[in-house]
């Protein structure tokens, strides 16, 4: 079973930074795009940002252009997703999730693997 592990969330002021790492484990994310994805209380989950498989495709949500980016580290195994000047309306759960498909999806249903989520919270 693939398993992918977010972490990085917690409490931060308005304008801060938070970088959530998805890790994987039983297999190299290099071979998968990479997906994240938020959902805050009462909404439903949104596509937040995306990297290809090869790391030369990236795609971000309107709301988070200009202040997040995306990597990945394929010696370690890992994607992060670097939140800068963060916002109450950022607050969400963010979830990592897999695709087989090398290019960015946008769809949800096109990732088969999901994280358990770590929980973002932007107040002061």
């Known amino acids: 079973q693939l398993q992918l592990v977010e972490s990085g969330g917690g409490l931060v002021q308005p304008g801060g930074s938070l970088r959530l790492s998805c890790a994987a484990s039983r297999f190299t994310l290099a071979s998968y795009a990479i997906g994240w994805f938020r959902q805050a209380p009462g909404k439903e989950r949104e596509g937040v940002s995306c990297i290809s498989s090869s790391g030369a495709g990236t795609d971000f949500a309107e709301a988070v252009k200009g202040r997040f980016t995306i990597s990945r580290d394929n010696v370690k195994n890992t994607v992060y997703l670097q939140m800068n000047n963060l916002k109450p309306e950022d607050t969400a759960v963010y979830f990592c999730?897999?695709?087989?498909?090398?290019?960015?999806?946008?769809?949800?249903?096109?990732?088969?693997?999901w994280g358990q989520g770590t929980l973002v919270t932007v107040s002061e």
């Open positions: 999730a897999a695709s087989t498909m090398p290019m960015c999806r946008k769809d949800p249903q096109q990732f088969e693997y």
